[in-house]
Structures are given as C-alpha cells and as structure tokens.
C-alpha cells in the first residue's frame, strides 16, 4: 500500500531551525509537496520538490532524496506564527495526490 | 496563483437535512476538482474526483447516494451532504490540482451537524 509517514508533533523555540521529516512509499513518484495548515484554515502551499537535492524560498527549504524516499521542510528563524500543522504529500503515478497525517509543529517563545 | 473560492465557510444544519457546498475556480477552468474530507488532527482524506460534465469517481466507502457530486461546468463543482448526520460533521475543502507544481485550495467549510 501507499504511505507517508511525518511526525506527529514537534516543538521548537521562537527565533531557532526546525527540520520535519517525510517517508513515503508510493506506486510512482511525481513530485512531493509541503503544505502549511493552520487550525480551521485550508492548506497553503509552501514547496514543491520533483529532483533531488533542496529548494530554497526564503526562511522555508525543501530536501528531496527519490532513492530515500525522503524528504524534510527546515524552517529557520521560526516566528510565533509558524505555529500550524505541516502536511506532506506525494503525487504518484497517477497523479494522485498522498497525504501524510501532518506535523504539528508548535513554536514556543 | 490561480484562485479557488469556496463557499460556505461554515454551516451548521440540523440532522436529517441536506447541505449544499459551492466550489468555484475563479481565474481558471477546473476540468477535475477533488474533494477532500479532514477531521480534527486527522489528514486530509479525498472524497471524489469531479470531472467536468461526468460522474464524479467516488473513493472506497464514501457513500455516492450521500455525498453528491455535481461539476456541470468549468468553473463550479457543488458537493451536497444529504440527510446529514452528526457524524457528518467535518472540514470539507475542494481542491483543483494543476500539472505543474501546486493543488490550489478553497478555503474550506466546516459542517457541524446538530
């Protein structure tokens, strides 16, 4: 079967690095996406990893290894508002989107 | 980014009635929406495919006779929860996914059920 697994949650102080980690196992790989969801908010998208190696966007990175089958989100110089869950998600062979159960991550001052 | 408008943001209904959800892409043609269904501190978990102009493709144990789909045009897809019960109560959220390198969002509704 399918799957992605991300811990469940994470707490880290304001102003330092936290790295989230995504395993996955799926039918294909088309790309792995990071999403930020706020509690009562829909998913926002934060980065999009097709090759190996990392993007980087501002304060967010992304690391993708498609032999690992893992990626991690690192976030640096965390702010109050960082606080939400991170979902990690997959594309596989048919284009269908896998969703991990989502980081928690909870920022403290 | 292409914009994905949902609508409503929140609704409660008493049991056994029926709730319509409203999706529009408004500066795209969405020829597949996907709907999704979250519990709290549960990921997202997809409901249907929506295409537009045909049966929507259902996934194992959604019930179709419960949570219609309807995508007759390019730019909206409804999902209607009908006889709803509490159990029902959830975050639904409709998505267009593109090809290229993102899914874009509604903002979401969440159903309470009394």
């Known amino acids: 079967g399918q799957n992605i697994d991300q811990p469940t949650e994470m707490t880290a102080t304001e102003g330092a690095i936290v790295q989230i980690n995504c395993t996955y196992q799926?039918?294909?790989?088309?790309?792995l996406f990071w999403y930020q969801q706020h509690a009562g908010e829909a998913p926002t998208f934060l980065s999009y990893n097709v090759l190996d190696g990392l993007e980087e966007k501002g304060r967010f990175s992304s690391f993708l290894s498609r032999s690992k089958g893992y990626s991690y989100l690192l976030l640096k110089e965390l702010q109050m508002k960082d606080s939400a869950s991170y979902l990690c998600a997959v594309r596989d062979q048919d284009y269908q989107l896998i969703w991990g159960a989502g980081t928690k991550l909870i920022i403290k001052p | 980014g292409a914009v994905v408008s949902q609508h409503p943001s929140r609704v409660i209904c008493k049991s056994g009635t029926s709730v319509k959800i409203e999706c529009r892409s408004l500066?795209?043609?969405?020829?597949?929406m996907f709907w999704y269904r979250q519990f709290p501190k549960q990921s997202l978990m997809l409901m249907a495919t929506s295409n537009e102009g045909s049966k929507a493709t259902y996934e194992q144990g959604v019930e179709k006779d419960k949570f219609l789909i309807n995508h007759a045009s390019l730019t909206l897809s409804t999902l209607t929860v009908t006889s709803a019960h509490p159990e029902d109560s959830s975050f639904y959220i409709c998505?267009?996914?593109?090809?290229?390198?993102?899914?874009?969002f509604g903002q979401g509704t969440r159903l309470t059920v009394v």
């Open positions: 998505s267009q996914q593109g090809d290229g390198t993102e899914a874009f």
């Open positions: 500066d795209f043609q969405a020829t597949t």
């Open positions: 799926t039918s294909g790989f088309n790309g």
